[in-house]
């Protein structure tokens, strides 16, 4: 396939060079004037989890580049990984250049589809949530590569979703397609919410996990937000991950803690996926005020989310 990535973002990067080494054409969008910063390509250090290959690479992802996008492209697909709240505009400016399309938004969501929708037909777009990550370290790309998640809004049948399925998985990317993509977008939204307070007022996440009051403050707000995502109408037992949260256990919470802790601290894939965790403050507060506006909205209390107000207020990059 002939495939467009907007940028050459940490996950746009990883997936890109995935799919090139697949055997895909790849190209990625980068701004006006910035070609020359990728003429020796980008070094890659990756932990790939993808079954049969090897645990680690090194080495040169010689990235092809574009600074503008045309209707003569005739691109199969094209990848926007970017930031939530960027993507409208994101799309208002590609669209009009890609002219039959389809789109993997590579991205989050809280806020529904009505606007996306009045730029791309649904049957030209599916969402994915990256299970690849990483940061930029003195020039490498060190990060890791597994999974994606993909899914289409109503019709399951989407050919684009087929489409974005078959990229994938050609480049042995384990591929789950979810059956209400929206719906696990937004508990998505609510995990990664809820913990992002106290990683703030801590300021590490080596922090968050010395200190158990601020560590159990991350379990109830994020207890808090699924509440929210379940005033929605979405049912939380659709999706295993928010067991031990909506479930009053003790011993549960401990195990959640001595594994999170193991996780963050001393697994090599999330450390590595985690090491971004405070790169994008806009980000991190769009969440925030996202979550306890529609707390406010859908009346469910969210004392311990609202205790962190100041903090949020007060962080930026």
Known sequence: ????????????????????????????????????????????????????????????????????????????????????????????????????????LLTQNWKGIEEIDAILPRYKYVFGDAKAGGSFQNGILVGTIYAIDLGAIGDGNNPCLSKAVELFRSAKIKTTVQKN???YLWIQYALNGGMWPSLIKAGSIKEVFNDNELMYSVFISIKECLNIVSARGVNLTDYPETEVFIKNSSIKLLLYKSLMKFMFLHNEYFKRNSAHAL????????????????????????????????DMNKFKI
Do not use: C
């Open 279 to 310: 790169a994008d403050s806009i980000e991190i507060k769009t969440f925030y005020y996202d979550l306890i506006n529609s707390g406010k909205q859908l009346k469910v209390d969210t004392p311990v989310m609202l205790s962190f107000m100041e």
């Open 181 to 183: 993509i929206l719906h």
């Open 1 to 104: 396939m002939k495939i467009l990535i907007v940028g050459a973002g940490v996950i746009g990067t990883i997936y890109g060079w995935a799919i090139s080494e697949a055997g895909h054409s790849v190209t990625h969008l980068v701004m006006p004037g910035k070609s020359s910063r990728f003429n020796d390509g980008i070094n890659l250090d990756i932990m790939d989890r993808r079954k049969g290959f090897k645990k680690w690479y090194k080495g040169n992802y010689h990235i092809k580049v574009t600074e503008s996008v045309s209707n003569s492209d005739h691109y199969d697909l094209i990848i926007v990984p970017v930031r939530h709240y960027m993507l409208e505009e994101t799309l208002r400016q590609i669209v009009p250049l890609a002219s039959g399309t389809d789109f993997v």
